[in-house]
């Protein structure tokens, strides 16, 4: 029935029409992802191909010597840069489309000192507010793409100031301690 004076049959969210999110996964091609989803995933792929190239680097250097293993080392690195490259790429192209851009863009990290502008762009400029024609905005980040994104490389960073330090004070105390006792 029709009845003039019912309550309307729809709620407040369903008249803004722009809520419309996605959940980005870490494989998928498509999409778009933000700017610490961005971070969150080039940190996993960094630590998981120097993680795969050190295991690599010391079974081939334990099985051919230290000596004779130039060759072989070639070979695994390019095996490794490539599906690094691409997932880069991957990476980039979904970032672009966060930001309503092609991801043909991302062949610019390819040409010298552009690079350095475009990873930047990619880094720091907000994406779009709302969907955008390569699909709806991604949900809003877990603590764990937060904790990837932001304290892993400010640990290494702290460790790459830390460790040094360490050493030079080791070193010292080493000295002093023979001075001590000639």
């Known amino acids: 029935m029709n009845n003039p004076y019912a309550s309307p049959g729809t709620t407040v969210t369903d008249i803004g029409g722009d809520d419309e999110r996605y959940q980005p996964r870490i494989f998928s091609t498509e ?9 969150a995933y080039a940190t996993v792929t960094t630590f998981v191909a ?4 050190g295991l690599f680097a010391a079974l081939l250097m334990g099985i051919t010597g230290s000596g004779n293993s130039g060759t ?25 489309n966060d930001l309503d851009r092609t991801g043909w863009l991302s062949l610019l990290l390819l040409v010298p000192l552009i690079n350095v502008v475009m990873a ?6 907000p994406g779009s ?16 793409i937060i ?3 932001l304290v892993i490389p400010l640990c290494g960073v702290l460790a790459a100031i830390a460790i040094p330090a360490y050493q030079d004070y080791t ?12």
């Open 31 to 39: 999409g778009r992802i933000g700017r610490l989803r961005y971070l």
């Open 50 to 53: 120097v993680l795969v190239v």
């Open 72 to 96: 072989g080392m070639a070979i695994m690195f390019g095996a490794i840069y490539i599906p690094v490259l691409a997932a880069s790429f991957i990476m980039a192209k979904r970032r672009l």
């Open 120 to 125: 930047l762009y990619l880094m720091f400029w």
């Open 129 to 144: 507010a709302g969907s955008n024609r390569y699909g709806p905005k991604p949900v809003p980040n877990h603590w764990a």
């Open 147 to 149: 904790l990837l994104a």
């Open 171 to 182: 070193k010292r105390a080493q000295a002093a301690q023979l001075q001590q006792h000639p």
